[in-house]
Every structure is written in C-alpha cells, then in structure tokens.
C-alpha cells in the first residue's frame, strides 16, 4: 500500500505569519503534488513535481511556494500567509510509470490563519 | 472555466437503491477518467477509473458509464450501503499528463 504522510495535521497561523507544510512519500513515485480542498471548490492543484529539484506551477499558486528537496520530500511554504489561505491542504504522490496514473493522498493538513 | 463539472454537490439515496452521480468534461483530449471517494477526515482514495476506449468499467457494485460523444459519464453505486455514505470526486486527465483535473466533488449520504 503506497504511504504519504503529512505534517503537521493541523496549524494556526497569524496574519503575515510564515508556514510550512510537510510531506514525504515512500512509494518511489516520481510525481508529487500540492492539493487545497475548499468546500465548493473541491480540490484544486497549487503546485506539483517530476522530481528532485523540480518544481511545476499548478493552477492557484498565488501566495504559495514549494520545493522538492528529495524524491521522498516535497514542502509548501506560506511566507505571507492571509485567511484566504486558510483552507485544508492535501499531498499526493504519483507515478511510478506512465501517465496518467493513481494519485496516492496523505491524510491532510488543516491550516487557520487569523 | 470549469473543465470537469459535477453536476450534483450533494445527492440523497435510501439504503439498497442506486446511487447514480453524474459529471462531465470539456476538454475533447481527456482520455482517463478516476473517480476518487473521500471519507471525512482522509485524503482522497482512487475508487474505480476508464478509459474513453471503453464505455463501461465494473467493479463489484461501482460502475462508470461513459459517452464520449456527448462527453460526460456516470458513476453508479448499486445497492448503496450507509457506508457509502462520501464525497466522490470526478477527475479527468488526458494521457500524455501527469496533472490531473478535479471536479468539485458530489457528496453522498445513504439513509438507512
């Protein structure tokens, strides 16, 4: 069974405030990505990569960066972070062979920022 | 603009019916099609996917009907269980990319 975890599950932030979320995969998997799931928005894509040292812009990455410092470990940093971003954040890894393949979630992080 | 669309955000079914979500796509060059069944407090999990070579995919009592034509597809759950009870997220992507597209998901509740 393929694992992604996450850390930290839930954070509370300030206005302004720096963040950073964890996590790794011990699947092998090339692809990683950077998911936030808002109610009426479903799941939408911030940021992805193939690989270490790679980084891919998602479809909102506004207000977010992220780096892959390794095939196991993919960050995302808030370095501003405002209550828009207050939302539940998901990783996923992917793709141990050809596109498209089955996106493997982690449990999810919950982010307040007040 | 929305490429995958879900037509249901929430949907109600009595315990033993068919649950029946619906979606559709715009992009002509999708070509796989996951669906993705979420329980409160977990990530996302791949429940059952197509390919648009196929019109139908069974797996026990999950089934995807897909029209290419008309490009939408369907997933069906026959004799719900409570346990079904989730929100299903229909996804699209086509071959030759790693990124996949979410629709904003159909949330389930099966009475009993």
């Known amino acids: 069974e393929a694992a992604v975890t996450q850390s930290p599950r839930n954070k509370v932030t300030v206005t302004g405030g720096n963040v950073t979320l964890s996590c790794r995969q011990t699947n092998s998997h090339n692809y990683m990505y950077w998911y936030r799931q808002d109610t009426g928005h479903g799941l939408r894509l911030i940021h992805y990569?193939?690989?270490?040292?790679?980084?891919q812009i998602g479809d909102v990455p506004d207000g977010y960066k992220a780096t892959r410092t390794t095939q196991e470990d993919f960050f995302l940093l808030l370095e501003l972070a405002s209550p828009s971003q207050t939302s539940l954040y998901f990783c996923?890894?992917?793709?141990?062979?050809?596109?498209?393949?089955?996106?493997?979630f982690g449990p999810g992080t919950r982010l307040l920022v007040l | 603009q929305q490429q995958v669309r879900q037509s249901s955000q929430s949907l109600t079914v009595w315990e033993g019916e068919t649950a029946i979500l619906n979606c559709s796509y715009e992009?002509?060059?999708?070509?796989?099609f996951p669906w993705y069944q979420q329980f409160p407090g977990e990530g996302p999990a791949l429940l059952i996917a197509?390919?648009?070579?196929?019109d139908k995919k069974e797996d026990g009592r999950f089934t995807i009907f897909f029209n290419k034509r008309e490009k939408n597809l369907s997933l069906h759950i026959k004799d719900s269980q409570p346990g079904d009870s989730a929100t299903y997220f229909c996804a699209a992507s086509d071959t030759n990319a790693y990124k996949v597209i979410f629709g904003k998901g159909t949330h389930l509740h099966v009475l009993p």
């Open positions: 992009n002509s060059a999708f070509d796989y």
């Open positions: 996923a890894s992917s793709g141990a062979g050809g596109a498209p393949d089955t996106q493997y």
């Open positions: 990569s193939y690989g270490a040292g790679n980084l």
């Open positions: 197509i390919r648009s070579v196929s």
